[in-house]
Nanobody, 120 residues
Framework: QVQVVESGGGLVQPGGSLRLSCVTSGSIFSFVVMGWYRQAPGKQREFVAVITRGGSTNYADSVKGRFTISRDNAKNTVYLQMNSLKPEDTAVYYC??????????????WGQGTQVTVSS
């Protein structure tokens, strides 16, 4: 079973920064795509950012230019650097690891989430 654990959330002021970490139980290169999603109360989980095995990245329009997804293979970790945070960024942030078609029915794994709160 693939284990995915997020950390780094907390309370920050508007305009502040946080760096979230997602540690996997194996090499991050086992995954075709890894990404960050978030869910605010009363809303569906939404896409934030992804990074592919080949290093390509993509971002939601709402975070483009403010957030950066990156990886450290030696640490089996994917990061989400969040700058210029806004109150609307407040949500539980989840890490997703996708093994791709070779992973079968259980190809995707989710962490338990880490809370990010942006307020004065």
């Amino acid at each position: 079973q693939v284990q995915v654990v997020e950390s780094g959330g907390g309370l920050v002021q508007p305009g502040g920064s946080l760096r979230l970490s997602c540690v996997t139980s194996g090499s991050i290169f086992s995954f075709v795509v890894m990404g960050w999603y978030r869910q605010a109360p009363g809303k569906q989980r939404e896409f934030v950012a992804v990074i592919t095995r080949g290093g390509s990245t993509n971002y939601a329009d709402s975070v483009k230019g403010r957030f950066t997804i990156s990886r450290d293979n030696a640490k089996n970790t994917v990061y989400l650097q969040m700058n210029s945070l806004k109150p609307e960024d407040t949500a539980v942030y989840y890490c997703n690891a996708d093994l791709g078609p070779a992973g079968g029915p259980g190809r995707t794994s989710w962490g338990q989430g880490t809370q990010v709160t942006v307020s004065s």
